[in-house]
T-cell receptor, first 112, second 115 residues
Framework: DGGITQSPKYLFRKEGQNVTLSCEQN?????MYWYRQDPGQGLRLIYY???????QKGDIAEGYSVSREKKESFPLTVTSAQKNPTAFYLC???????????FGPGTRLTVL | AQKVTQAQTEISVVEKEDVTLDCVYE???????LFWYKQPPSGELVFLIR??????QNEISGRYSWNFQKSTSSFNFTITASQVVDSAVYFC????????????FGQGTELSVKP
């Protein structure tokens, strides 16, 4: 079955540590996205990539970094520069026809 | 400004009631796409519907229906005869042609359907 996988489901980080969230898709989609969701709020775009080896900042990119070395993979690193990283992170991918974005199950990150 | 507003933060209904979730958007673009997603407690977003700006036909899918009105920049979602399984957070979202598919989300409406 095609879809998007994210790992881990839950992640705990100590202050000052960098952590990397995994996102993999087998939908053959060119575009991939990372969104952040805070309690009671909508999703905000962190980074997106429309093609391999290229990515753009979204609305809240500070403190995050990404890479897109393979079409299937779009990992997100939450760096120590991100002051308030505790949130729910959702990865999505998008085909070429402006149909729906497919979302992964999410990673819940907690800073201890 | 490009923005999506879901003014209803929380709605609580009793099973079998009808409920309408409001979505108002702002844009000056003429080509855009509107979406509704459902987020159950598990957290994953489930796609419900996509509508492009040139198609103002209302749509019905089972107990779900959508009313798109460009004159009022609204894309409202109605659940008929609500069920407990409809309890979730519902998001309205907007994207534009040639904008890389970036979605602009509303704040979400948390729907609670009580038995």
């Amino acid at each position: 079955d095609g879809g998007i996988t994210q790992s881990p489901k839950y992640l705990f980080r100590k202050e000052g540590q960098n952590v990397t969230l995994s996102c993999e898709q087998n939908l053959n989609h060119d575009a991939m996205y990372w969104y952040r969701q805070d309690p009671g709020q909508g999703l905000r775009l962190i980074y997106y990539s429309q093609i391999v080896n290229d990515f753009q900042k979204g609305d809240i990119a500070e403190g995050y970094s990404v890479s897109r070395e393979k079409k299937e993979s779009f990992p997100l690193t939450v760096t120590s520069a991100q002051k308030n990283p505790t949130a729910f992170y959702l990865c999505a991918s998008f085909g070429s026809s402006y149909n729906e974005q497919f979302f992964g199950p999410g990673t819940r990150l907690t800073v201890l | 400004a490009q923005k999506v507003t879901q003014a209803q933060t929380e709605i609580s209904v009793v099973e079998k009631e009808d409920v309408t979730l409001d979505c108002v958007y702002e844009t000056r673009d003429t080509t855009y796409y509107l979406f509704w997603y459902k987020q159950p407690p598990s957290g994953e977003l489930v796609f419900l519907i996509r509508r492009n700006s040139f198609d103002e036909q209302n749509e019905i899918s089972g107990r779900y229906s959508w009313n798109f009105q460009k004159s009022t920049s609204s894309f409202n979602f109605t659940i008929t005869a609500s069920q407990v399984v409809d309890s979730a957070v519902y998001f309205c979202a907007l994207t534009f042609y040639n904008q890389g598919g970036k979605l602009i989300f509303g704040q979400g409406t948390e729907l609670s359907v009580k038995p």
